[in-house]
């Protein structure tokens, strides 16, 4: 496994790298103001994915690289896997990129910023079936059915630009949050196994 994430590394460093830079620039809209933060907790995590599995499914889609990926001991199972730990990693740096820029913006502006558990939760919640829908979609069909997923990304972009302020005052408890991202991961889990199996 370590040296299929390494190889997705390898042939995604310039994408990885550039998808941070996009990150770090979503993440300085809470310079704007609070009603932001969802915004920058969704794109982040949601950039990143982007240009890390994107891209790595494009590679993956050419006839030629699945079958010689495949003629590796490696099995479809290994390569789902390796995305879904991508898709988490992501889920984790672009959380702790809006969470960094937002210390900073405080720190060196005297800006106020919002830090909600709740909220980081939700958008966790939401960027993981977004991301299992996206790798089952692309496992189970191909990259074509997949390709025009970064459009839903830019709707919800939009959507939370238009409506910060009502996700900053959406309260869920903590628990019910904890509950449904639980059911994410079980669902990840799920699919995974369905996918590898298939």
């Not at 558990?117 to 997949?146: A, P, R």
Request: charged share 15%.
């Amino acid at each position: 496994m370590y040296k299929l994430l390494k190889k997705s590394f390898l042939i995604n460093k310039r994408n990885f790298i550039f998808g941070i830079a996009v990150s770090l620039l979503f993440a300085s809209i809470q310079y704007d103001g609070i009603k932001y933060y969802p915004t920058a907790l969704a794109m982040c995590p949601l950039t990143l994915l982007t240009f890390w599995i994107d891209k790595l499914c494009y590679v993956e889609d050419k006839t030629a690289t699945r079958v010689f990926l495949l003629s590796l001991p490696i099995s479809k199972y290994d390569l789902i896997k390796e995305k879904n730990i991508i898709a988490y990693s992501c889920i984790f740096l672009g959380m702790a990129i809006v969470h960094l820029v937002g210390i900073i913006i405080h720190l060196m502006l005297g800006i106020e910023v919002l830090y909600s558990i709740e909220l980081i939760l939700l958008f966790s919640m939401i960027v993981l079936v977004y991301s299992t829908i996206y790798i089952f979609l692309n496992y189970k069909y191909d990259y074509s059915k997949v390709k025009f997923a970064p459009f839903l990304m830019l709707i919800i972009m939009l959507l939370l630009f238009k409506n910060g302020n009502l996700i900053n005052e959406l309260s869920v408890g903590v628990s019910s949050l904890i509950v449904m991202l639980l059911f994410a991961l079980l669902l990840n889990f799920s699919v995974m196994r369905y996918l590898g199996k298939s």
